[in-house]
């Protein structure tokens, strides 16, 4: 089984192999211990995968509560945050229980706040049912909830104690949530992995155990050397949100039916055309790159203009006063941060619409 370790303010393994759903109870309780857990997920995973995580947790003698809600970006919001942390309350649960992310990244952010604001911190496991999830938003211990003026402005640092990703519950996603998992892994070869970028150019079939296994650990090895240089997203963890400045608005504008996934693509190529175009980048990124995504069937047409792209993204976390940071890539598999100044957004976005 492939077993990665993050170390940062809490350290915790990410575990990866086909079937752990039935084997998280034990792992749980090797992490954690925990008297009671409370497992958030949405109805569609929970009809899914539910019984099996019950089943597995009951069989270590754990009492076990569930919070089903929507599924859907709208779910990630402080009404649902309220919610939860109310339920923990009346079910007296303590900083020596746990919460149980099961699902995708709007759940493993939505409970990763919970647990983190709750008694000012109690223990989570993520466990990632989507691709998405397992290569991003399951590793790093960045929490949030949305708010009316943009995604992710409301959160907390707070890392899981434990990852439990089964690769088996994400080869059977639908076709456009594969696709945006394969979104982030190939962000994740751009930024830091020429070698995954190659292999991304010689698979014909994604769907199976061993594309997965090794595009996940690749991915979460990016994301875990940046987190463990820069937690608190300071620095270089900022190399992790490539083409998501333009993302942002993309789904903002879209009222989110334009996916997280799609709208990452849409936002790599235009930062990677835009960044030759400049003259930034030491070579033109944005062929290779519109070439896999083509590759994989993943749409990167932007239905917005420049202008109003530009003004979604002045809500974006990375920006400071009258400037915002940009990752730029420099060539496949390196990537550097530029400060721009904000009035300059809406000439890189249109360099990158072109």
């Known amino acids: 089984m492939p077993t990665l370790t993050v170390n940062a303010s809490r350290n915790y393994k990410v575990m990866i192999e086909s079937g752990l759903i039935d084997d998280m109870g034990e792992l749980i309780m090797?992490?954690?211990?925990?008297?009671?857990?409370c497992i958030i997920s949405d109805t569609t995973v929970f009809d899914l995968f539910g019984g099996r995580a019950i089943d597995s947790l009951e069989e270590e003698g754990v009492d076990v509560n569930v919070i089903k809600l929507a599924p859907g970006e709208d779910t990630k919001s402080l009404g649902n945050l309220k919610r939860i942390l109310e339920y923990l309350a009346e079910h007296a649960y303590t900083r020596s229980d746990c919460l149980v992310a099961l699902g995708g990244g709007v759940i493993g952010d939505l409970t990763g706040f919970a647990a983190?604001?709750?008694?000012?911190?109690?223990?989570?496991?993520?466990?990632?049912?989507?691709?998405l999830a397992a290569v991003d938003s399951s590793v790093g211990g960045k929490t949030a909830v949305n708010l009316a003026a943009g995604k992710n402005l409301a959160g907390a640092f707070w890392q899981p104690s434990l990852v439990v990703f089964d690769?088996?519950?994400?080869?059977?996603?639908?076709?456009?949530?594969f696709k945006e998992g394969i979104a982030e892994i190939v962000k994740s070869a751009v930024i830091g992995d020429a070698n995954l970028f190659d292999y991304l150019q010689t698979v014909d079939n994604p769907r199976i155990i061993d594309f997965v296994e090794h595009c996940v650990v690749a991915s979460v090895i990016v994301k875990r050397n940046l987190v463990q240089a820069d937690e608190r997203d300071k620095g270089l963890r900022k190399l992790?949100?490539?083409?998501?400045?333009?993302a942002?608005?993309?789904?903002?504008?879209?009222?989110?039916?334009?996916?997280?996934?799609?709208a990452v693509a849409i936002g790599m190529l235009a930062c990677a055309k835009?960044?030759?175009?400049?003259?930034?980048?030491?070579?033109?990124?944005?062929?290779p790159l519109s070439q896999v995504l083509d590759k994989y069937g993943i749409d990167a047409t932007c239905p917005f203009g420049a202008a109003e792209l530009a003004k979604a993204a002045?809500?974006?976390?990375?920006?400071?006063?009258?400037?915002?940071?940009l990752a730029i890539p420099l060539e496949i598999g390196n990537a550097a941060l530029m400060d721009i100044p904000v009035s300059w957004l809406e000439e890189f976005f249109r360099l990158g619409l072109k």
């Open 116 to 131: 983190a604001t709750y008694l000012r911190g109690i223990p989570f496991v993520q466990v990632p049912t989507t691709l």
């Open 248 to 262: 942002h608005g993309i789904e903002k504008l879209s009222d989110y039916t334009i996916s997280h996934g799609q």
């Open 30 to 37: 090797e992490a954690e211990n925990p008297q009671k857990v």
């Open 240 to 246: 992790l949100n490539f083409g998501h400045t333009m």
């Open 274 to 287: 835009a960044a030759n175009a400049k003259g930034w980048s030491n070579k033109d990124c944005s062929h």
């Open 167 to 177: 690769i088996d519950t994400v080869l059977e996603l639908p076709e456009a949530q």
């Open 314 to 325: 002045l809500n974006d976390k990375k920006r400071k006063g009258d400037t915002i940071t």
